[in-house]
């Protein structure tokens, strides 16, 4: 499969403080790929560089061979780049119909297959944004970067304080967005072993660095990398007396 998206020496941050530092790595057309790492060790920074929202330094960024390094955000957005962000950042004043409609481009992903895929939304399609609760303004996050219709979906956190059973909702549909869709996808996750089944491959980040690079069902049976790079262990993740900042 030929590369979709590439990233190449890339050097990105916030002010004056880097972030990212010669930072590398590419995703193929209908690959999804986990993006891992520690908190504060640039995940967030990578996936909002891409989108064009952090300050840029050095590098490139290619979505189909295009460099997006110079290309405002809505420019990339119009071009193929689907963001769900950690805030959401759905329309709280819309309908969740009028949240999917206002936004939505023409392509395979319409209103009416979203809604298929998330059944939740079409029984609130009538309620306000700020009439839904954490875990369905999630999934209309989901939704509305999906009727853009995208080239690649970027997500950070998408599961991130989220009650169990909406968890295995979302990574269900996750799964069939990625595997039965072949969405190309970058997944930024603190839960390692709930997106590596959902993943291709993954990518640690170390202080602004990959650091390792598998494909993830390799990962999932290297408890060693999992608790070098990530603290994770056979009984979860390992405990600290602190905690650090988000990434």
């Known amino acids: 499969m030929p590369d979709l998206l590439t990233i190449e020496q890339l050097r990105a941050g916030y002010g004056e403080a880097v972030v990212l530092s010669d930072v590398s790595l590419s995703l193929r057309e209908g690959e999804a790929i986990a993006l891992l790492g520690r908190n504060g060790m640039g995940k967030t920074t990578l996936i909002n560089t891409v989108v064009g929202v952090t300050r840029y330094f050095d590098g490139k960024i290619a979505l189909g061979g295009v460099d997006l390094t110079k290309m405002r955000p809505d420019q990339r957005a119009h071009i193929g780049v689907g963001w769900v962000p950690q805030e959401r950042n759905i329309f709280k004043s819309l309908t969740v119909h009028e949240n999917l409609t206002s936004v939505a481009q023409p392509g395979l992903w319409t209103p009416e297959k979203v809604y298929a895929m998330f059944p939740r939304l079409e029984e609130r399609r009538g309620n306000m944004g700020n009439q839904l609760s954490g875990g369905e303004q999630q999934m209309l996050a989901v939704a509305r970067a999906l009727v853009l219709n ?3 979906m970027l997500l950070d ?3 991130e304080g989220l009650a169990p059973i909406i968890v295995e909702e979302l990574l269900t549909a996750l799964r069939r967005i990625i595997r039965d869709e072949g969405m190309s996808a970058i997944l930024v996750e ?9 993943t291709d491959r993954a990518v640690i980040l ?3 660095c990959v650091v390792h690079a598998a494909d993830s069902a ?3 049976a290297d408890s060693s990398a999992l608790e070098t790079h990530l603290g994770v262990t056979d009984h979860g993740p390992r405990r600290t007396r602190r905690s650090t900042q988000n990434s």
């Not at 603190?190 to 959902?198: G, S, Y």
């Open 157 to 159: 956190e998408p599961l």
């Open 190 to 198: 603190q839960n390692a072993k709930k997106i590596l089944p959902v």
């Open 218 to 220: 390799a990962l999932v």
């Open 206 to 208: 170390e202080r602004g």
């Open 150 to 152: 995208p080239r690649v």
